[in-house]
Nanobody, 121 residues
Framework: QVQLVESGGGLVQPGGSLRLSCAAS????????MGWYRQVPGKQREWVAT???????TYADSVNGRFTISRDAAKNTAYLQMNRLKPEDAAVYYC???????????????WGQGTLVTVSS
């Protein structure tokens, strides 16, 4: 089983930036696509971004142009750089490795605890 640990969340003002990290307990990102998701209490988990094992990136419309997904396979770590944050970006952010269908990412592993992002003035 793979453990996923997200970090880097916090409180930021609208317009600010945060960089989230996702550390995997073993090598998964070099052979699988990797994605970030977010969830607001009372709502379903929402896909945010994906990077394939070829390095191709895809973003949800709501974050396209503001967020950047990347990974360091040697460190078993993936990142989400979030710029120009908006109050509606506030959520618990999760990562997972998965199978990218071209339209959705099917997660492979148990979800981690996530990292909380709060956007407020």
């Amino acid at each position: 089983q793979v453990q996923l640990v997200e970090s880097g969340g916090g409180l930021v003002q609208p317009g600010g930036s945060l960089r989230l990290s996702c550390a995997a307990s073993r090598s998964v990102f070099s052979s699988n696509a990797m994605g970030w998701y977010r969830q607001v209490p009372g709502k379903q988990r929402e896909w945010v971004a994906t990077i394939t094992n070829f390095g191709t990136t895809t973003y949800a419309d709501s974050v396209n142009g503001r967020f950047t997904i990347s990974r360091d396979a040697a460190k078993n770590t993936a990142y989400l750089q979030m710029n120009r944050l908006k109050p509606e970006d506030a959520a618990v952010y999760y990562c997972n490795a998965g199978l990218w269908t071209g339209a959705s990412l099917v997660p492979l592993y148990t979800w981690g605890q996530g990292t909380l992002v709060t956007v407020s003035s």
